[in-house]
Nanobody
Framework: QVQLVESGGGLVQPGGSLRLSCAAS????????MAWYRQVPGKQRNMVAR???????NYADSARGRFTISRDNTKNTVYLQMNSLRPEDTAVYYC????????WGQGTQVTVSS
């Protein structure tokens, strides 16, 4: 029913920036809560940032002040702007959507390394 297509991951040097995008195929995007999670192999998957249908946002402590989540309802897309990236930000980043059900994207790799 719902598909989430992520893009924007890649290799960046410490201190650099990336912007991740997640495009949703469903009709109910504007009423959905969206979030970004990240996971390192063998470790817990943790929420990075969340945005509700009303625009309320919250962030993990490690992301607050450096990352910004936003959404464009005309494009059915949620973004994660990541600035001042650190090696410890290296992970697979997953898009997450709560609509009629709960949906996950396939993940996109972010590697922060010199």
């Amino acid at each position: 029913q719902v598909q989430l297509v992520e893009s924007g991951g890649g290799l960046v040097q410490p201190g650099g920036s990336l912007r991740l995008s997640c495009a949703a195929s469903g009709k109910d995007f504007s009423r959905s809560t969206m979030a970004w999670y990240r996971q390192v192999p063998g470790k817990q998957r943790n929420m990075v940032a969340r945005i509700t249908s009303s625009g309320y946002t919250n962030y993990a402590d490690s992301a607050r002040g450096r990352f910004t989540i936003s959404r464009d309802n005309t494009k059915n897309t949620v973004y994660l702007q990541m600035n001042s990236l650190r090696p410890e930000d290296t992970a697979v980043y997953y898009c997450y959507m709560v609509s009629a059900g709960v949906y996950w994207g396939q993940g996109t790799q972010v590697t922060v390394s010199s």
